[in-house]
């Protein structure tokens, strides 16, 4: 239940109203943006809420149980702190969010309906709807280690110890083609054994996608020309000549901890578990049912 202010519950319960909702979304990068549907600026607590966005919300579904509770919040894409280019890049995905009730013509009388994060963001060519998370969806997220049998440590964190800066995992090149969303040739890397860069990232250095990140999905050699696939296609379109930094890539196996970067005695996953078939196995005349390691 929520606590009301006496001003608050005294303008609620004179019958009319002056309600506004407001929204305060704080990006992973630690800027804040302020919302409202009303028509003019709104602002308290440090931060300014803008109407020219359009936003409006749904009704808010809340449970008694802790099942996740939701909100969407409906904009136009008209305000110049929400662009197209931002929501594709990532920027404002799990930002957080709080969802006000204020008394538009006194501020002081405001209500924090909710905490929450953004969900999913859909967008179509002249607007966007974003889906308000209750924070019960931090329930449903993994906390700890998970007993797998591939490493869950991040390559080159503390808990793997890999120096990914240096030479042998690290290189640079440059688009010489395009050849198809997400895919290009490049140059520079011929030093590097095919697969070397698999699973890795890349950090563009020039061209539009400048300071943005991608995941490598596939780095493949053929016929001496070099291929590069990334799991995403780029927000902007590449083009000969950008420049990038590629660093090597780990699929988390054992094997891969130990031969390619000599570093099994920080593997933090368990390989010798049983997988699946063991609980699937029956019982045969030829053994291997005397309790020894698999």
Not at 230 to 254: H, M, Q, W, Y
């Amino acid at each position: 239940m929520k606590s009301l202010s006496p001003a608050l519950q005294a303008h609620l319960d004179d019958g009319t109203t002056t309600l506004a909702w407001c929204w305060k979304i704080t990006r992973a990068d630690g800027q804040s943006f302020g919302f409202t549907d009303h028509d003019c600026p709104l602002a308290f607590g440090g931060t300014d809420y803008e109407p020219e966005s359009g936003l409006s919300a749904s009704e808010i579904r809340a449970g008694s149980d802790l099942s996740v509770d939701s909100q969407d919040a409906q904009g136009a894409l008209t305000s110049g702190r929400i662009t197209e280019t931002d929501i594709l890049d990532g920027r404002w995905d799990n930002a957080l969010v709080e969802v006000w009730r204020v008394n538009w013509n006194a501020l002081g009388q405001r209500v924090l309906i909710r905490r929450g994060a953004i969900g999913e963001l859909r967008r179509g060519r002249m607007s966007f709807v974003a889906e308000v998370r209750s924070m019960a969806h931090v329930l449903g997220q993994t906390v700890g280690r998970v007993y797998q049998g591939t490493c869950d440590a991040a390559l080159g964190d503390s808990r793997c110890g890999v120096n990914i800066a240096a030479a042998a995992y690290r290189g640079t090149g440059a688009v010489v083609d395009p050849i198809r969303d997400g895919a290009f040739t490049a140059s520079g890397l011929g030093g590097f054994a095919s697969g070397w860069f698999s699973f890795g990232h890349l950090e563009w250095t020039s061209g539009p996608n400048s300071g943005r990140l991608a995941e490598v999905m596939l780095h493949e050699i053929a016929s001496g020309v070099v291929t590069i696939t990334l799991l995403e296609a780029p927000v902007r379109a590449v083009a000969g000549g950008n420049a990038f930094t590629i660093r090597a890539g780990c699929d988390k196996r054992s094997a891969t901890c130990a031969a390619k970067f000599s570093n099994i005695a920080n593997f933090r996953g368990f390989p010798h578990i049983p997988g699946q078939d063991a609980v699937v196995r029956y019982a045969t005349a030829d053994g291997g049912h005397e309790g020894a390691v698999l």
